[in-house]
């Protein structure tokens, strides 16, 4: 099993959906979370970055992070064209100057 | 904003070439990384670097080697460049260990290998 599944799309939606983007895990050593989001031909940004379990949330972004089930998610509300990107899930144990394992990515397309 | 530059953003080299990829960043940071990124597999570390003249390697080591002379540049080598080393490659810093802060990328070098 990899350490990190993420189902890599395409996800295509519609101007102004709510967007719904997932990872899976199966280390439980993992205590910190993120989300990159990469544009074509860019390096991966960081979008968003929660510790343990629980919700936070960055204007129409919300990360979920669901420790008990291993499972990590973006929500994007009203997404709009320019979110078409490829999203990262990214995780690390406690000490978090050791690299990041990475998800796939998943490509979304969001039309206008 | 931590920014992290690669000195080049496009690049064409030829087999048996020793290449050369530099990366510098400007917060001072103690960690830095490289990966690879090709279609289907993801991001792949290369090696990774906690302080000056320290060197850890990744995932997938075999035909590079590193170099971090200063805390700010760390640079990637190919010794003898092959085919499949044709990719994306990306460089990334981080606070030390104990900050528990994110890393940050700079905007990668495609290298294709002819």
Redesign the interface.
Same mark, same amino acid.
């Given at each position: 099993q990899k350490e990190v599944e993420q189902d890599?799309g395409p996800l295509s939606v519609p101007e102004g959906a709510i967007v719904s983007l997932n990872c899976t895990y199966s280390n439980s050593a993992f205590q910190?979370f993120?989300w =990159?989001r990469q544009y074509s031909?860019? *390096?991966?940004? @960081?979008l968003m =970055?929660t =510790?343990s379990s629980g919700n936070k949330e960055d204007g129409r972004f919300t990360a979920q992070v669901d420790k008990s089930s291993k499972y990590i998610s973006l929500f994007i509300r009203d997404s709009q064209p320019s979110d078409s990107a490829t999203y @990262?899930c990214?995780m690390m144990g406690f000490?978090? *100057?050791?690299? @990041?394992i990475?998800?796939? *990515?998943t490509t979304l397309s969001v039309s206008s | 904003d931590v920014k992290v530059t690669q000195s080049s953003r496009y690049l064409v080299k030829r087999t048996g070439e020793k290449v050369f990829l530099e990366c510098v960043q400007d917060m001072d940071h103690e960690n830095m990384f490289w990966y690879r990124q090709d279609p289907g597999l993801g991001l792949r570390l290369i090696y990774f670097s906690y302080d000056v003249k320290m060197k850890e390697k990744g995932d997938i080591p075999e035909g590079y080697s590193v170099s971090r002379e200063k805390k700010e540049r760390f640079s990637l080598i190919l010794e003898s460049a092959s085919t499949n080393q044709t990719s994306m490659y990306l460089c990334a810093s981080s606070p030390p260990g104990n900050s528990n802060q994110p890393q940050h990328f700079g905007d990668g070098t495609r290298l294709s290998i002819l």
């Open positions: 890599p910190y993120m =990159y031909r860019k *390096g991966p940004e @960081l =970055y =510790y @990262l990214a000490q978090a *100057g050791t690299a @990041l990475f998800g796939k *990515g | -």
